[in-house]
């Protein structure tokens, strides 16, 4: 499923904005998009705010995997906590 395929599914669903681009960038991460830059310019083409990306990226960063769904390592790329 693309990014666009899951956009749709998630507006299809009435998902909440920022639930859905929690979904999104947990999607860019397994799919290896890692850095800031490169997530924010995916969900950018989907029309999501470029602000409101990197907020959410930022708002639910964390090494406590019940309370984050990724972190950021030192080099600035980010990756799912298991």
Do not use: F
């Given at each position: ?8 599914n ?6 909440h ?6 979904a ?8 290896g998009?890692n850095?800031s ?10 029309g ?6 990197r907020i ?20 600035g790329?980010y990756?799912?906590?298991?």
């Amino acid at each position: 499923m693309t990014l666009a395929d899951l956009h749709k599914n998630l507006v299809a669903s009435d998902c909440h904005k920022n639930d859905r681009v929690i979904a999104l960038i947990t999607a860019c991460l397994e799919c290896g998009i890692n850095t800031s830059d490169a997530i924010v310019a995916e969900l950018t083409t989907l029309g999501y705010n470029q602000r409101h990306v990197r907020i959410m990226l930022a708002k639910n960063k964390g090494h406590l995997t019940s309370n984050y769904p990724w972190q950021r390592s030192h080099d600035g790329q980010y990756q799912l906590n298991s």
